[in-house]
């Protein structure tokens, strides 16, 4: 990574990949602790480099959007806080200098999506202000986070807990439905329900006004209407799709999300300018998979790349 790169943009919004792995995250512990005969050499490579250089180093799926607003002010808004948010702070906030999230957004309530909501109370504004950190998600996912996290919805805090050492949110109910957007740290964003599995319904986003953003780590398959609105809703084609593709092999996954076929196939049909994959499993090589991907992209006409931990993509919202 470049040093230019992370100088902090003054004037322009940004994604920050935070995570780019699947629930278990790269490398996988068990195949440092049991390895398998030849090893796996992506989890193998992963003690050899520094995470910082090493983009089959993933933690679970989760993006930050850096919003500059007309004004040049900046909100910070980010999409799950899974299982790993804690290291992931740790690495890209300070890296990136992000100093706080303004607002949460939760695509469904798996491990790897809302684990890490204990630890909001270290991103959120300094303890001068007791204001809950706006955190969208829809009631299902809410009342079973809420089961698990019962003091990040109480609403009287003892003094202890003003000061800012326990995470507490201000729940925004959203909904299964792309003509239903909500505003969130000033930027719109609509739902996009997708099926995780053929009996669970997840969410994915649609946001930008200048630049078409579609951001969808977890699906299995596309209802019709959802992807219609993805590729041509709002009058316009998608100029960035950030799409699962957990594992390599078909089946490899127990149909709860794409496989690599199912993602390439699902990019022909919506057809973006630009698509970064994430969610990938151990069985994706970074520089390999990269490399065939180049060549997939210049015979399909439409530009395709694995994402990684750390990637930072400025645009305009
Ligand atoms: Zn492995
Ligand atoms: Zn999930």
């Known amino acids: 990574m470049e040093k230019g790169e992370r100088a902090a943009s003054v004037d322009q919004s940004a994604l920050i990949f935070l995570g780019t792995g699947c629930s278990s995250g790269v490398p996988s512990g068990r195949c440092l ?5 030849p090893p796996c050499l ?3 490579m992963s003690l050899k480099l520094p995470p910082l250089n090493n983009p089959n180093y993933r933690c679970n799926t989760s993006l930050l959007i850096d919003y500059c607003q007309i004004n040049n002010e900046h909100n910070y808004i980010v999409i799950d806080v899974g ?4 290291e992931q702070v740790l690495r890209w906030f300070t890296f990136y200098k992000i100093p706080r999230v303004d607002s949460v957004l939760l695509t469904h ?4 999506a809302v684990l890490g909501l204990d630890d909001l109370h270290c991103v959120k504004q300094f303890h001068h ?3 809950p950190i706006p955190l969208y998600a829809t009631q299902d ?4 986070v809420v089961l698990r996290f019962p003091h990040l919805s109480k609403k009287e805090l003892t003094k202890h807990e003003v000061t800012g050492e326990v995470a507490q949110v201000d729940w925004r109910i959203i909904e299964n439905d792309c003509e239903k957007p909500f505003s969130a740290s000033g930027l719109q964003f609509y739902p996009l329900p997708v099926m995780h599995g053929e009996d669970y319904v997840a969410l994915g ?3 930008g006004d200048k630049c078409k953003v579609a ?5 299995s398959r596309f209802p019709s209407s959802t992807e219609y609105f993805i590729s041509k809703g709002r009058g316009r084609e998608l100029d960035l799709l950030i799409l699962d593709t957990n594992s390599i092999i078909v089946n490899g996954n127990r149909n709860t999300h794409f496989c690599f076929p199912e993602t390439l196939e699902a990019v022909k049909r919506i057809s973006p300018k630009r698509t970064l994959l994430t969610g990938m499993n151990h069985a994706y090589d970074h520089h390999k998979i990269n490399e065939y991907l180049l060549e997939w992209s210049e015979r399909e006409g439409t530009f395709v790349q694995l994402a990684h931990d750390g990637l930072k993509i400025p645009l305009e919202l």
């Open 141 to 144: 996912c809410l009342d079973s």
């Open 205 to 207: 986003f649609l946001f």
């Open 129 to 131: 202000d007791v204001s």
């Open 109 to 112: 309530e798996h491990a790897d």
């Open 33 to 37: 602790i049991q390895p398998s005969d």
């Open 42 to 44: 992506v989890c193998s």
């Open 83 to 86: 299982k790993s948010f804690r």
């Open 215 to 219: 951001y969808i780590s977890d699906v």
